[in-house]
């Protein structure tokens, strides 16, 4: 069992920054594949980006790639989301997932093993 808790999600204005942290529990993190997704009301959640176990690899959604990263510490069993020049369309409750693929790319496709409760992440124009 990997329980997952993100942080670091709040306001900001457009052209803004935030960095979020999902903190995982257990001592497997470093053989899940980590991701994260978003969700506005009333759609399906999105796939944002994902990062391989030694966190070599990573894969993002068109819309954010140059501005959102993604990195991994697996000594603290923590993953990081990076979201710089941030527009009011990137606002959405951000999810945090673990899963058992061998590709970060497969992980839109996959039913996720496990996610966090999420964080709400609104930007303002």
């Known amino acids: 069992q990997v329980q997952l808790v993100e942080s670091g999600g709040g306001s900001v204005q457009a052209g803004g920054s935030l960095r979020l942290s999902c903190a995982a529990s257990?001592?497997?993190?470093?053989?899940?594949?980590m991701g994260w997704f978003r969700q506005v009301p009333g759609k399906e959640r999105e796939f944002v980006g994902a990062?391989?176990?030694?966190?070599?690899?990573?894969s993002y959604v068109d819309t954010v790639k140059g501005r959102f990263n993604i990195s991994r510490d697996n000594a603290k069993n923590t993953v990081y989301l990076q979201m710089n020049s941030l527009k009011p369309e990137n606002t959405a409750v951000y999810y945090c997932?673990?899963?058992?693929?061998?590709?970060?790319?497969?992980?839109?496709?996959?039913?996720?093993?496990?996610w966090g409760h999420g964080t709400q992440v609104t930007v303002s124009s």
């Open positions: 257990g001592r497997t993190f470093g053989r899940y594949i």
């Open positions: 990062i391989s176990c030694s966190g070599a690899i990573t």
């Open positions: 997932a673990a899963d058992r693929s061998t590709d970060p790319k497969l992980l839109p496709h996959r039913l996720i093993d496990y």
